[in-house]
């Protein structure tokens, strides 16, 4: 019994680092754009996402691409730390939910320096055909 116990919990472990890696992974690709570079940016960003989130990303993609050329931002987002939710009696071996700490650098409008803006959000993470791919985003 105590083996079994101890084998799932080291599965889950190697699940809950994968997709904690993923995650951080895909948060600096989706949070970081350069205005000039906006279509690349959204088809970047949406290979990493389910096709349903993937739909919904691309929702947001004509509020960004009025607003970004207009004031010429460029946003670079750094992962500072990445780690899975405790998942309780809903634990999946195929779906993660993982709290991110995200720097983003910003200039507008030309500016020399960047501001820089920190934020925590969650990542809904699910294993499709073996890659991890997120399925929401959430502020926190």
Not at 87 to 102: A, H, K, M, Q, W
């Amino acid at each position: 019994g105590v083996k079994d116990v101890t084998q799932a919990d080291g599965e889950r472990a190697s699940t809950e680092k994968a997709a904690s890696s993923a995650a951080s992974t895909a948060a600096e690709t989706i949070f970081s754009y350069n205005f000039n570079e906006l279509d690349k940016h959204l088809t970047d960003s949406q290979k990493l996402m389910t096709s349903s989130f993937a739909k919904d990303f691309a929702k947001i993609a004509p509020a960004l691409d009025e607003i970004a050329p207009q004031r010429k931002v460029q946003v670079q987002a750094v992962s500072r730390n990445a780690a899975a939710l405790s998942c309780g009696d809903e634990c999946s071996p195929g779906t993660v939910n993982v709290l991110v700490f995200l720097d983003q650098a910003r200039l507008v409008d030309g500016s020399k320096d960047p501001d820089v803006i920190g934020n925590r959000i969650t990542m809904k993470m699910v294993k499709r055909d073996g890659q991890w791919l997120v399925a929401d985003i959430r502020a926190v």
